[in-house]
Structures are given as structure tokens and as C-alpha cells.
């Protein structure tokens, strides 16, 4: 006698390997958000670096390599908000050229990352 359905055997394995689709994409979708919001924290970092490069190269002058330690806590621009966000500049002056060196350091899920950006200028 032939008997209709499936057995009790097959029902388990179908209902197995679906789980094991369902955990392992719900493994991706988590990694895949947690890559994106790094990415987009490190996108931010680097564009407050760059706002930041910008603002302090525009500032030096010839008058800044007198000092000897050019490096300074900047506060955030309105509208800057990353956790546990410090700007550092700082300038270091060579023969022809100002170098300014920008590094925003910020905290995402206890661990942190540093976003460097770096800009040469000709001395006046």
C-alpha cells in the first residue's frame, strides 16, 4: 500500500535547512548593518576632517611656524556629532611648505577609529 504525503522525517529535514537559510541571512543582514553604519561613521569622520584641514590651513601662516607645539584641541562645527568625538590639528612647518595635519578620533559600539587627513601648503 502506497502512502500519500510525506513522512515525518522529510518534514524535519525541510523544516531544518529552512531554518538554517533564515539564521544564516539573518547572520548577513546583521553584518551587513553593522558594516554600514561603520562605513558611514568613517564617511562623516573624514568629512569633519577635511571641514576641519580646510578651516585651520586657510588660518596658518608663516607666523604659526614660530610656535613650537601647534597642536590644538578643536572643537566641533554645529552638526557634528559622532560619540566620544576629539578633533586634533596641528601644523608642522618645512623648508617651502606648511603641513597640516588633521585627525578626527571617534567611538562606534566601544571601539574606536581614527580618521587622518593631511595638506600641504606653500608658505607665503
Request: charge should be negative.
Amino acid at each position: 500500500m502506497i502512502k500519500k504525503g510525506f513522512s515525518a522525517v522529510e518534514v524535519m529535514i525541510t523544516l531544518f535547512v529552512a531554518t538554517m537559510f533564515i539564521s544564516t541571512g539573518y547572520g548577513l543582514h546583521i553584518y551587513i548593518s553593522h558594516s554600514m553604519a561603520i562605513a558611514r561613521n568613517r564617511s562623516i569622520a573624514a568629512n569633519i576632517a577635511e571641514s576641519h584641514l580646510r578651516q585651520r590651513a586657510l588660518k596658518a601662516d608663516n607666523d604659526d611656524c614660530d610656535v613650537t607645539n601647534n597642536l590644538k584641541q578643536e572643537a566641533p562645527f554645529e552638526g557634528e556629532k559622532l560619540q566620544d568625538l576629539k578633533i586634533e590639528t596641528d601644523l608642522h612647518c618645512e623648508d617651502i611648505l606648511i603641513k597640516t595635519i588633521v585627525e578626527v578620533t571617534y567611538t562606534i559600539n566601544d571601539k574606536t577609529f581614527k580618521e587622518r587627513q593631511i595638506l600641504y601648503v606653500e608658505k607665503k
